[in-house]
């Protein structure tokens, strides 16, 4: 059974820092491409952020890029999500996914497998 378990969610002020974590299991997490996606209250699914399966190619949307890194250790069967700079529409629940292509898309139907999410609420 495929399982994606993501953690590190949480309140935090505008500026702020979180470190996403998702635990991947019951398939070989090295030889796929994985991505992070979210959606806000009342509002579409939104890709953030795929890499490709030795962490070369890496690709990121225009609305986190320069703030939020990507990065797995498939050692440990791992993503993150290192989210820096945080601004109040970052609020969202986190999923970490596995896309069919690399960048997914903009429906639960781009996308193989998924976790349940974690929540970020980026407040004052």
């Known amino acids: 059974e495929v399982q994606l378990v993501e953690s590190g969610g949480g309140l935090v002020q505008p500026g702020g820092s979180l470190r996403l974590s998702c635990v991947a299991s019951?398939?070989?997490?090295?030889?796929?491409?994985m991505s992070w996606v979210r959606q806000a209250p009342e509002k579409g699914l939104e890709w953030v952020s795929s890499i490709n399966v030795r962490g070369d190619i890496i690709d990121y949307s225009d609305s986190v890029k320069g703030r939020f890194t990507i990065s797995r250790d498939n050692d440990k069967n791992t993503l993150y999500l290192q989210m820096n700079s945080l601004k109040t529409e970052d609020t969202a629940v986190y999923y970490c996914?596995?896309?069919?292509?690399?960048?997914?898309?903009?429906?639960?139907?781009?996308?193989?497998?998924r976790g349940q999410g974690t929540q970020v609420t980026v407040s004052s």
């Open positions: 019951g398939f070989t997490f090295s030889y796929n491409y």
């Open positions: 996914a596995m896309p069919k292509n690399f960048r997914g898309g903009s429906t639960w139907e781009d996308f193989r497998y």
